[in-house]
T-cell receptor, first 113, second 115 residues
Framework: SQKIEQNSEALNIQEGKTATLTCNYT??????LQWYRQDPGRGPVFLLL?????KEKRKERLKVTFDTTLKQSLFHITASQPADSATYLC????????????FGAGTRLAVHP | DGGITQSPKYLFRKEGQNVTLSCEQN?????MYWYRQDPGQGLRLIYYSQIVNDFQKGDIAEGYSVSREKKESFPLTVTSAQKNPTAFYLC??????????????FGPGTRLTVL
């Protein structure tokens, strides 16, 4: 069956450290993968997109990697801040058909001062 | 939340009642989506629309209905046939273009509670 998995346990880290979140998928061939941030009681906000032929993408303190062989994406936040505390969702875009995103359940990140 | 608005933010419904959730966007996006979010689960697609007067069922369309009479508006009706409607509902829109990734812009959400 097709699955997209993110660590359901919250990730707790100290301010200033690098946070690394994982997104694994099975039985999909995504054209690209997106990461979104969601704060409690609010809608997700787009952060980064990486295509299947790209290995790495950066934006300010954020970095995303995409390994289509391992079927895994890693999302890194360097020099983390308490304001980075939120739930982070990965979403696969499947090639073919209409523009459909398959979302993971998200991983909650808590950055402690 | 960009140019997408959802109303109301909180909604309470008695069992057996239909209720309509509003979604409006001023981003001039062709595609609009409705998702349902439950604790510990990913967003699940209810309905989507790529053009005015046309829409398709998503993965969990049973008990829901939509309309797309205007490009800017995509209301969702939760009918009494939906067995477990209490959830957080999210509306999204996206630009559609050949070879353009469908980054989605989300509204603030409506939390529906059935009493």
């Amino acid at each position: 069956s097709q699955k997209i998995e993110q660590n359901s346990e919250a990730l707790n880290i100290q301010e200033g450290k690098t946070a690394t979140l994982t997104c694994n998928y099975t039985n999909y061939s995504p054209a690209y993968l997106q990461w979104y941030r969601q704060d409690p009681g609010r809608g997700p906000v787009f952060l980064l997109l990486i295509r299947e032929n790209e290995k790495e993408k950066r934006k300010e303190r954020l970095k995303v990697t995409f390994d289509t062989t391992l079927k895994q994406s890693l999302f890194h936040i360097t020099a983390s801040q308490p304001a980075d505390s939120a739930t982070y969702l990965c979403a696969l875009s499947i090639s073919g058909g209409y523009n459909k995103l398959i979302f993971g359940a998200g991983t909650r990140l808590a950055v402690h001062p | 939340d960009g140019g997408i608005t959802q109303s109301p933010k909180y909604l309470f419904r008695k069992e057996g009642q239909n209720v309509t959730l509003s979604c409006e966007q001023n981003l001039n996006h062709d595609a609009m989506y409705w998702y349902r979010q439950d604790p510990g689960q990913g967003l699940r697609l209810i309905y989507y629309s790529q053009i005015v007067n046309d829409f398709q069922k998503g993965d969990i369309a049973e008990g829901y209905s939509v309309s797309r009479e205007k490009k800017e508006s995509f209301p969702l009706t939760v009918t009494s046939a939906q067995k477990n409607p209490t959830a957080f509902y999210l509306c999204a829109s996206a630009y559609m273009g050949q070879g353009v990734p469908d980054t989605q812009y989300f509204g603030p959400g409506t939390r529906l509670t059935v009493l």
